[in-house]
């Protein structure tokens, strides 16, 4: 998850594709949605994982990302021809699609894996995608400086080999839940909030501090080193786990006969016909749902418009900050800073909204939606402080609160898609959840923000007199830029808000019984026969006794 996110640097390695391929703005912007559209549509990957093995998707992948990257390596050196602009979209969307699919190999398989622990889990998932950006550039300064056609094809091997060599390590295990989880993901915790605390001091050093290439080799050494440093807990729990089995006698195994009061234990058919029999009759919330049962439930609709108004708000904002902060006056290093320390904050709110919603769970039975509901009445609040900068420090926190917020919506929408429709068809519905994002962006970024942007800078145009037919892309500055833009914008996440908190009322009693129950279900009747069997054994062998 560490390297499948060269999307959050694309801003770097772009202005070398167009510096030395000679594009124009007009086809940028097609690369740019091509970009978009590969990283936000992952339906294919959830697809191809319901009938393939995790290794397989894994290796799809792998093979993606290395070829669309890698071809846009070999373009931008010149070992080809200079590719025509559709050609370039088609490597750019190939190369960044092969991210979905890394994402739901690891992902997918770690949820199933702990399903009691599942917030915990995508948040630390989650956070680590958020963070790939600033690895993947400290990695790439301490290997090779400054060289960007490096970076290109760095993109292009790094997360392809790590895909390689983790590739049988991502598989679904049938193991009893360990009673140490939560601990053990605490410590995992830790360990990348250390890593997230390093890189933010050297990505703020590195603006404004002069830093040789001995400094980013070492850099780069630490950062792998804080990257691995959970594989030492794992090989202490392993280790542990060892000594514990080697210690106890495993019983012999022997064929009980099942009591006239047991229940066999049966498998769920699946219902015969057509895929469109059952679209509306249901199962229960939290079993397994089929595709278009849960695409088409009042849960998902909701689910829907609160990732229209979380992502589609948050996405505009990150996307506008550059353009905010020249609005406001801030200094070019300033403001980069910022937009850097977004990403930071993001990492933040995935794993705190990951851990926090668990324990709220587990102690307080309060629904994930009750949490997005705080999440995004923060972020209404941090379009606020856009919208009016007269506040003191507001540029900052809305920085702060905005990238939060942003980060916290991602592993709390995962989670309650898991739950509500069970983990059956769980790869292709997250990603099918995820299609909303390019779609409030476009909305509430392409259509909404930018264009009430450029009205804004065409009136301070004309009030000075210029004529406008001249300036192609005319600059606003000033308060009142974003002020009517972000004040929508404000709006929609409230209107988020209050769909999350109308879903909290819709779901309550849900999470008020035991969610995870049958995922305990299995391990109780194994322990319980485990026990009974050992019993036999010791009461009826003269020799035991």
Not at 61 to 81: D, E, L, P, S
Not at 363 to 392: D, N
Not at 499 to 525: H, N, P, Q, S
Request: with cysteine; net charge positive; charged share 20%.
């Amino acid at each position: 998850m560490a390297g499948a996110g060269a999307t959050y640097i694309y801003g770097i390695y772009s202005k070398q594709i167009q510096k030395t391929l000679g594009y124009d703005e007009d086809a940028m912007n097609k690369i740019t949605l091509f970009r978009d559209v590969g990283a936000n549509v992952a339906i294919f990957a959830g697809l191809i994982a319901e009938v393939v093995p995790t290794w397989v998707v894994t290796l799809i992948g792998a093979a993606m990302n290395f070829g669309g990257y890698f071809m846009i390596w070999r373009a931008v050196t010149g070992k080809i021809a200079k590719p025509k602009v559709w050609h370039m979209c088609a490597y750019i969307a190939i190369g960044t699609n092969s991210q979905n699919f890394a994402n739901t190999a690891a992902l997918v398989t770690c949820v199933k894996n702990f399903p009691e622990s599942r917030g915990v889990v995508l948040g630390l998932m989650k956070g680590l995608v958020g963070l790939s950006g600033a690895i993947i550039t400290q990695i790439f300064l301490g290997m090779y400086e400054d060289d960007l056609n490096s970076l290109i094809l760095l993109i292009g091997w790094l997360p392809a080999v790590v895909s390689v060599v983790f590739v049988f390590t991502l598989r679904t295990m049938k193991t009893e839940r360990q009673p140490n989880e939560l601990k053990v993901f605490l410590l995992f915790f830790y360990s990348t909030i250390v890593l997230a605390f390093y890189l933010m001091i050297m990505t703020l050093l590195e603006k404004y501090v002069t830093m040789g290439n001995a400094v980013h080799s070492k850099s780069a050494i630490v950062v792998a080193v804080l990257l691995f440093l959970p594989l030492y807990v794992v090989f202490k729990e392993e280790r542990a786990l060892w000594k514990n089995k080697k210690e106890r006698e495993n019983p012999p195994e022997m064929t009980t006969e099942k009591s006239e009061n047991s229940e066999p234990e049966q498998l769920a058919e699946e219902p015969k016909g057509s895929c469109f029999a059952n679209i509306f009759n249901k199962p229960e919330r939290g079993e397994d749902h089929s595709i278009l049962q849960a695409i088409l439930s009042v849960d998902m609709l909701f689910i829907f418009v609160i990732s229209l108004c979380g992502y589609g708000t948050s996405l505009t904002a990150i996307d506008q900050f550059g353009r905010i902060g020249k609005a406001q006056g801030y200094s070019d290093r300033l403001v980069d800073s910022i937009i850097t320390l977004v990403s930071i904050w993001n990492y933040y709110g995935r794993v705190y909204s990951g851990f926090v919603s668990e324990l709220l769970l587990m102690k307080y039975k309060l629904p994930r939606s009750t949490m997005m509901t705080v999440v995004l009445f923060m972020s209404g609040i941090g379009m606020l402080f856009v919208a009016f900068p007269e506040i003191p420090f507001a540029f900052y926190v809305a920085s702060v609160v905005i990238g939060f917020s942003f980060g916290a919506q991602v592993p709390l929408n995962l989670a309650m898609i898991s739950e509500f429709f069970g983990l059956k068809y769980y790869s292709t519905l997250f990603n099918c959840a995820q299609l909303i994002s390019p779609l409030g962006s476009f909305l509430l970024n392409a259509k909404l923000t930018k264009s009430l942007y450029l009205k804004e800078a065409t009136k301070d145009l004309i009030a000075k007199g210029v004529d406008t037919s001249s300036v192609k892309d005319p600059i606003c500055i000033g308060h009142h830029c974003f002020r009517l833009s972000f004040s929508i914008l404000a709006m929609v996440a409230f209107f988020g808000a209050f769909a999350a908190l109308i879903l909290t009322k819709r779901t309550k009693e849900f999470y008020k019984g035991d969610i995870y129950r049958k995922y305990r279900v299995k391990e109780d009747e194994a322990y319980k026969r485990y026990k009974g069997e050992t019993y036999m054994m010791f009461r009826e062998d003269p020799k035991i006794n």
